[in-house]
């Protein structure tokens, strides 16, 4: 007993939370649409402990195949590509860039005005295996969704929305990349993401925008030539937003059982959204006044919250209020 004691204290947070019985018994079960191969470095940590579903698509034998020597749990990697249509196949359009590949066609006149247009340009024209979410999910048998992610190239909120009601209700943590300009036709944009998981109680974590110069390129090559100077002219310029990396978070008001709450407070940390993260682990705390690992998790809280204004993270917020005195 000693023993096991001297283990369970030497453990991180992280491995006490994810060894806590309610999570070996149902562990956290990760979905990565547009996987790039490697894990996600948010879920290194999760990893050991958790189930993971990747989709691949190639030219393999139709199904899945099912890994135990991935770094995760268990990790079940599809190959197919996964929409919300119910057809066995589906088009998929390549592009001269792969990462710009989608099953949604390229819009040719809404990129023309942007520098990165070309990037878009449909190579290839194919039609690849096709499974929905919500199949996909009743194939391997898995019952919930914890962090969804998905970088599908403008249908990631469509992907969301196929996942049946009783399962997308409890999903904790989502990424998203919707656009804010037409760079496919009939795409999932910036607004339509906002507006459906503000209504399903999220919040937003985190937000990168990325993006392009706006600078349509036959113009530009009818002034400067299409060599290096066009090139230069072209990165000199401002970009603009094109596309954000949004991560969501559920709202503590929709969580009220133990493994959820363990689990929201471990996605908030990873989020490093410490303020949030020290709420979850006193409403642990007050719902569940028996369980001592919620103690410890507001300790972390606590603490990190002190080490980040100990290192002047709060340094920004200051130069920036005093530029505004000026």
Not at 23 to 38: F, H, K, M, T, Y
Request: charged share 30%.
């Amino acid at each position: 007993m000693e023993s096991r004691k001297f283990n369970l204290e030497k453990m991180s947070i992280t491995d006490k939370i994810l060894n806590h019985p309610v999570l070996r018994e149902q562990p956290p079960v990760l979905v990565d649409i547009g996987a790039s191969g490697e894990i996600d470095k948010k879920w290194k940590k999760l990893a050991p402990y958790s189930i993971c579903l990747i989709f691949d698509a190639d030219d393999r034998e139709f199904g899945y195949s099912a890994r135990e020597d991935s770094g995760f749990k268990k990790l079940y990697v599809y190959n197919s590509i996964v929409s919300d249509i119910s057809e066995p196949e589906t088009d998929f359009y390549l592009t001269k860039s792969p990462y710009c590949s989608s099953s949604l066609e390229p819009d040719a006149e809404g990129l023309a005005d942007w520098f990165f247009a070309d990037k878009f340009t449909v190579e290839k024209k194919v039609r690849l295996k096709n499974k929905t979410l919500k199949a996909v999910l009743e194939e391997v048998g898995l019952t919930g969704i914890d962090w969804f992610k998905s970088d599908s190239q403008g249908t990631d909120l469509r992907l969301y929305k196929n996942i049946p009601d009783e399962i997308r209700k409890k999903v904790l943590a989502a990424e998203i990349e919707p656009g804010f300009i037409d760079s496919y036709k009939g795409e999932d944009k910036f607004y339509d993401v906002i507006r459906e998981l503000e209504n399903e109680k999220f919040w937003i974590s985190d937000m990168i925008v990325k993006g392009s110069q706006r600078l349509n390129m036959k113009l530009s090559a009818g002034i400067f030539g299409t060599g290096i100077i066009s090139k230069l002219v072209t990165f000199s310029q401002k970009k603009s937003p094109g596309w954000a990396e949004i991560t969501f978070l559920k709202k503590l008001s929709e969580i009220n059982d133990k493994r959820g709450l363990l689990l929201l407070w471990l996605f908030a940390v990873v989020e490093k959204q410490y303020g949030f993260s020290l709420e979850a682990a006193l409403k642990g705390k007050r719902q569940f006044v028996d369980e001592d690992l919620f103690d410890d998790m507001i300790s972390y809280s606590r603490k990190k919250l002190v080490l980040n204004t100990v290192a002047l993270r709060f340094l920004p917020a200051v130069f920036e209020k005093l530029g505004k005195m000026v």
